[in-house]
C-alpha cells in the first residue's frame, strides 16, 4: 500500500493509503525515506489561500483565468523536496547510462507519499552526491529557490545586501549571498532565527518588529542604503521595507509566494522616488540573462554539491524529523508556533 499526505480542506490534514501503482514503462520506482515540508508554498494549500484554489493558471497565456478552479481538494501529495531509494526500474532502462540504478539515493519531486513512481528521464543527474546524509537531499529545492534568489539579486564582491526572513529558505539565502562576498543585514520578526542567521554568516541583524530597519540600514551603509535586498517572507510589509531599504537604483528581489491584495506596500513612495528595481524570482526559471548557463537543474546540483563539500550546513535547519502519520501536527507547528520550528521532514 502507498501512503500519501492529503489536504481535504483547509487546515485539515489526513494520511490517505491506496494500493500502489504498476510501475509504466520508461519510470521509477522511489521508496521515500524523507520529504522536507515547505513553510511557504505548502502552508498556502494548507491554510486555503493558493490562487490555484480559486481560479485556473493558463500556461499558453501567461495569466490566471477567473471562474473556475485549477485545483480542489483533497489536495494530495503536495511537496517538492524528497529523498528516498530506488527500488525498480521498468525492464527496458536496466544498465542504461546516466540513469539512476536500483538501489541508488536520488532526490526529486514526488511529493508527501510513501513511494514516487517518477519519469527515469526526469532522474537523470539526481542520484545524490557521494558521502552525502540522504537527509541533505530533502534541501535540493529549497537550496535552489534561495540560489536562485541571489542570481537574481546581482550580488557583487562588497556590496552590502539585506535579506528579509530568515525561515529555511532565508538563512539559505543569507549563507549563499555571504559565499558570493556580500556583506549581509539579516531582517526577520523572530528574535532566534536572528541568531540562526548569526552563524549563516550575517554580518548584521535587525528586528522587524522592533528596529527602524530601512533607517538602519542607511546607518550600516554611510547613507547609501544597501545595494540590493532580497525579500523571502512572502509578507507585503517586508516588501515594502525591503524598497525602502536599498540605495538609489538598488536592486529588491521579490522571492516570497505572496498571498491576496498587497496591503502595506505602497509603490508612490520610495520605490518611485528612489527608481528601485524589482525583480521576481521563482523557481521555474533562472534570471533571462543567465538562462543560457544556467538552469533550475544545475541549481539543484550546483547547491548539493556546495552541501557536499562542506560549504553550506543544511543539518541544522532540521528541526523535527516527524513520522509521516504525524503530519497534520507538523502543518499544526508551523502555521500556529513557526518560532518553534524551522525545517520539518517527514519521515517514511
Not at 484554489?53 to 523536496?81: K, N, Q
Not at 536599498?246 to 522616488?273: I, K, N, S
Not at 563539500?309 to 504525524?326: I, M, N, R, T
Amino acid at each position: 500500500m502507498e501512503r500519501v499526505v492529503q489536504f481535504t480542506g483547509p487546515r485539515q490534514v489526513e494520511v490517505a493509503e491506496h494500493e500502489s501503482a504498476p510501475l509504466p514503462p520508461g519510470h521509477l520506482r522511489v521508496r521515500t525515506r524523507y520529504s522536507g515540508i515547505s513553510a511557504g508554498t505548502e502552508l498556502t494549500a494548507y491554510r486555503g489561500t493558493n490562487p490555484y484554489l480559486t481560479r485556473t493558471w493558463d500556461p499558453e497565456a501567461r495569466l490566471f483565468r477567473d471562474g473556475a478552479a485549477g485545483i480542489a481538494y483533497p489536495v494530495a501529495g503536495w511537496g517538492y523536496s524528497e529523498v528516498g531509494e530506488v527500488t525498480e526500474a521498468s525492464p527496458e532502462l536496466r544498465d542504461r547510462p546516466g540513469l539512476p540504478a536500483v538501489g541508488d539515493l536520488v532526490w526529486g519531486i514526488w511529493g508527501h507519499r510513501s513511494e514516487g513512481v517518477v519519469p527515469a528521464e526526469r532522474m537523470a543527474g539526481h542520484t545524490l552526491p557521494a558521502g552525502l546524509e540522504p537527509l541533505a537531499g530533502a534541501f535540493a529545492r529549497v537550496g535552489a529557490i534561495a540560489y536562485n534568489a541571489v542570481l537574481g539579486a546581482d550580488v557583487h564582491l562588497g556590496e552590502d545586501v539585506a535579506v528579509f526572513g530568515q525561515g529555511v529558505v532565508g538563512l539559505l539565502t543569507t549563507r549563499l549571498a555571504q559565499l558570493n562576498g556580500a556583506r549581509v543585514t539579516a531582517v526577520d520578526a523572530l528574535d532566534v532565527r536572528l541568531e540562526s542567521a548569526r552563524q549563516y554568516g550575517a554580518e548584521a541583524t535587525l528586528n522587524a518588529r522592533t528596529d527602524d530597519v530601512a533607517e538602519r540600514l542607511r546607518e550600516f551603509t554611510d547613507g547609501r542604503g544597501a545595494d540590493a535586498a532580497i525579500e523571502i517572507s512572502g509578507a507585503y510589509p517586508a516588501l515594502h521595507e525591503a524598497l525602502r531599504s536599498v540605495a538609489v537604483g538598488g536592486r529588491v528581489v521579490a522571492a516570497g509566494f505572496y498571498q491576496g491584495d498587497a496591503a502595506g506596500l505602497r509603490l508612490g513612495d520610495e520605490f518611485h522616488h528612489n527608481r528601485a528595481q524589482l525583480i521576481c524570482s521563482q523557481i521555474g526559471g533562472v534570471p533571462h540573462q543567465l538562462a543560457g548557463r544556467w538552469s533550475v537543474e544545475r541549481l539543484q546540483q550546483t547547491f548539493l554539491r556546495l552541501v557536499a563539500e562542506g560549504k553550506v550546513d543544511v543539518k541544522s535547519l532540521v528541526s523535527h524529523v516527524v513520522p509521516a502519520a504525524e503530519a497534520a501536527d507538523a502543518y499544526v507547528l508551523l502555521d500556529e508556533r513557526p518560532g518553534e520550528a524551522l525545517q520539518i521532514v517527514l519521515e517514511f
